[in-house]
């Protein structure tokens, strides 16, 4: 990279000027402020992770997140000693961002507040890569335009630290920003609607109604990936195929889904038919001696102990839920293979919603009904899921393993499998990409979907996840 430019330094001294002349104990209210937004930060940082704070202070923030190594970077040597006597676990430096230079990578880097008073934020984004692996998040949070005008009357009166002049970015630069820094924004969401902690009233605004006015939220955060090439090797595939009563299209299962990748194999999950999927799966198997075919019958019950089954017993380097209905048709799974494997995303969920269906392929309720909690699902998710209940979900087998390794967070509460990973992949921050396929209408057999029954389970899913994800 090239030298930073005089023009860049000069603001970067007067920064640092400033700082080392400034307080190392914030005020009551900075206290109090910095507390929640560790809340939210410790709901995106898993305790086993690696932070990187950019700007960190004297280490008020760093101090309260709850992580496995914490490294914290600023310019003052002044804000840098102070810090590290608040968390003297921690490990500081003096640095610009703009000439970041540390061994290693993080698995979270954090940016909070002190975007606007970089020199040159894209140079800053850019050198950020040195220090991220393919799985870092990026997350950065700053302040709300809409609130300047209250954020200077606190410094007119005295009630807020006074700060050197910033940028005032809005969430569009951010965003362009990021891009051209090659880093890939996930989501994005405002939150805090009362800075400060006050009894009673802050859990009030700041938990059950900011999500509900997100535009006039103090904060905003954006969450990011490093922009990623496709895979330098093809991945090897496993397809999971939940299986009940479903014996007439265990052949075409077989004979219609292609070779991906570096190589795919096939797992059957027959789960407690009542015709004779399971004897149909066996010959089939016994029939296709060049295909990898596993095979398996589910001691509990539902589609989501099914997927997980088969999961566990999974091989491929990518993991694919294929419905044996086949009204997702097989042939179409290569396009979930191409966005995973080239880096487009690192989730890929079907959407039915895009392309003309078959006539009898959907009842009209249900499509009103998969259109609305699409649409509720976006907002609680924070990333455009416009399908939730198509069953072809792929992600690579490294991302489901953190999955599972984060369920308890929400618990065994999904019987269908799909808001076990959609709700997982939302908390980890993994990038999530609708892919449009041809739904198809079946040539054997009744769905397994009961309309009222299973309606009633989605809501009180939706209530569960907004709790869990938003309302925190």
Known sequence: MTALPEIARQHIDKIRDFYDAAPVNPRRAARSYRGLLAHYYNLFIPAEASVLEIGCGSGELLARIRAARRVGIDISATQIAAARTRAPEAEFHVQAGEELALAGSFDYIIISDTLNLAADVQ????????????????????????????????????????????????????????????????????????????????????????????????????????????????????????????????????????????????????????????????????????????????????????????????????????????????????????????????????????????????????????????????????????DTLCGTKVLSRAHYEKIATNRAYFGNFDPFGDYDLLFGAAKLNLKIADVPIRYKERTYGTTNIQRWSHGWLLLRMMFFAARKLKFV
């Open 123 to 386: 140079r800053l984004l850019e050198r950020l890569q040195a220090c991220a692996h393919p799985d870092t998040r990026l997350i950065v949070n700053f302040q709300n335009s809409l609130w300047r005008p209250l954020l200077l009357l606190g410094e007119m009166t005295g009630l807020k630290a006074a700060h050197p002049q910033n940028s005032w970015l809005a969430s569009s630069d951010v965003l362009n920003l990021l891009r051209l820094a090659r880093w890939d924004p996930i989501c994005h969401q405002g939150r805090l609607l009362l800075p400060i902690r006050v009894p009673v009233l802050d859990t009030i605004f700041n938990r059950w109604l900011a999500p509900l006015a997100q535009w006039f939220c103090l904060t905003v955060f954006i969450v990011a990936r490093p922009a990623r090439p496709a895979a330098p090797v093809a991945p090897t595939v496993s397809v999971i195929i939940p299986a009940r009563n479903e014996a007439g299209n265990i052949e075409a299962a077989v004979r219609r889904t292609p070779e991906m990748g570096g190589g795919t194999e096939l797992i059957f999950v027959e789960g407690h038919s009542r015709d004779d999927t399971w004897a149909q799966i066996e010959r089939v198997t016994r029939e296709n001696p060049s295909r990898k075919i596993k095979i398996m019958q589910q001691t509990g019950r539902g589609k989501g102990d099914a997927v997980r089954l088969g999961f566990a017993a999974a091989t491929g380097d990518i993991l694919m839920i294929l419905d044996a209905d086949l009204t997702m048709p097989p042939e179409e799974l290569p396009k979930f293979y191409e966005v995973t494997a080239g880096g487009q995303a690192e989730f890929a969920n079907g959407v039915r919603l895009v392309y003309p269906m078959d006539e009898k392929a959907m009842q009209f309720l249900n499509l009103c009904a998969n259109k609305a909690f699409g649409l509720i699902f976006t907002w609680l998710l924070g990333q455009p899921v416009k």
